[in-house]
């Protein structure tokens, strides 16, 4: 699944060296200016999931693949980039590719590194971010307004869309996120082509200075206290930390490096899990002596649609699911031996699919 989540920000917080730790694919280049990042890098990020690693320790196949999202380390936005400042415009429009995004606040003091915004202040960081994606958005759905209007006289769907239309004029006029607007399914339909930006799903970093990066500080606390009426979630790290983390091949070093920083797993971790939990994503395996493999899909998939992400025609024909949970798998150690002890399961197509579910697949071709 080509789900993506976009890191974003204004210009120096940290969001090009977030990108290299995170991706094992691609290294973004991180300076001390603005626009370092003028198209967006891309890079593919494997999902750390133990049970995957328990699952090849007993089935011991030829390879181990682990399931993915991808990161997009797009440009840093400025103040009046709704209106073009800063190629705003190009920006924006990176954003609206991406399924959720990932708000990196500078929540640390260097007089060494530019900021165009005077003294450190995250919650005023992150109103102008978030300012400039509700004025884009309302620019859009002033436009589909006018469009709409006409056609509302004489067509009832146009008149529904128009309602749902002046609703999210009214919900941004406020300073409010769309996502926060409470649409129903029908109505989201009614604005799917607009792609709107404050309609996805927000993760922050507070990046902070070394010193704080088991406790945080002042700034973080006032962003994470922004923020809890949103109801997203503000994970606390220190990119430069993490980047260092992410250079070392060999496992042994990391460990004595993280051990040097009394860390017992990188922040990063944290991030990923963040990031695949915001883009409501849930994992189910297949083992074989040829591949154990974490596949992603949509929580709530129906085992034909999680069949469909291996290849479509899995779903065209599909026949019946052989399932295992993954507890059953770990205490039985083997699909045989669960299948001796009544532990694997036929569902059919409308079986919802489980997080951590050891699938095999019978369809006609």
């Known amino acids: ?25 691609a290294k973004a280049q991180a300076s001390n200016y603005r626009f370092c990042t003028i198209e967006p890098n891309t890079g593919l990020v494997n999902v750390p999931d133990p049970r995957l690693d328990k699952l090849a320790e007993l089935v011991i196949p030829e390879r181990t693949v682990p399931t ?32 959720a995004i990932i708000h990196v606040v500078r929540c640390f003091e260097d007089d060494n590194i530019l900021r165009d915004e005077g003294p450190i202040n995250p919650v005023s960081d992150k109103e102008i971010i978030e300012t400039e994606l509700q004025l884009k958005d309302l620019e859009s759905v002033e436009k589909k307004m006018q469009r ?34 409470g649409l129903s399914k029908e109505e989201k339909s009614a604005i799917a082509d607009l792609f709107l930006l404050t309609d996805k799903h927000i993760l922050y970093v507070a990046n902070v200075d070394e010193a704080s990066m088991h406790t945080g500080n002042r700034y973080s606390a006032a962003l994470t206290e922004a923020v809890k009426n949103e109801g997203n979630e503000v ?11 992410a250079e070392f091949e060999d496992a042994d070093d990391k460990a004595m490096f993280m051990q040097e920083y009394k860390m017992t797993e990188p922040a990063l971790d944290r991030l990923i899990h963040s990031t695949y939990k915001l883009l409501n994503l849930s994992t ?81 071709v």
């Open 284 to 364: 189910y395996f297949t083992a074989g002596v040829q591949e154990v493999r974490a596949w992603t899909i949509e929580k709530g998939w129906k085992a034909p649609q999680a069949a469909s992400v291996i290849h479509t025609d899995f779903e065209k024909g599909f026949i019946k699911a052989e399932v295992i949970a993954y507890d059953d798998f770990l205490k039985y150690k083997s699909e045989a031996a669960c299948r001796e002890n009544g532990r694997l399961r036929i569902e059919g197509k409308e079986y919802l699919v489980q997080d951590g579910d050891v699938m095999h697949f019978r369809f006609n």
């Open 148 to 181: 709409t209007e006409k056609l509302a006289k004489t067509d009832p769907k146009m008149k529904i869309e128009l309602e749902t239309l002046t609703r999210c004029k009214k919900h941004l006029d406020e300073g409010k996120n769309i996502i926060t607007l």
């Open 235 to 245: 994970i606390v790290m220190t990119n430069a930390i993490e980047a260092q983390i």
């Open 1 to 25: 699944m080509a789900l993506k989540a976009g890191i974003v920000g204004l210009p120096n917080v940290g969001k090009s060296t977030l990108f290299n730790a995170v991706s094992n694919s």
């Open 68 to 99: 993915q999202i991808e990161i997009v380390d797009i440009a840093g936005l400025v103040r009046g980039a709704s209106k073009g400042e800063g190629l705003g415009n190009k920006f924006l429009a990176n954003i609206r590719e991406v399924d």
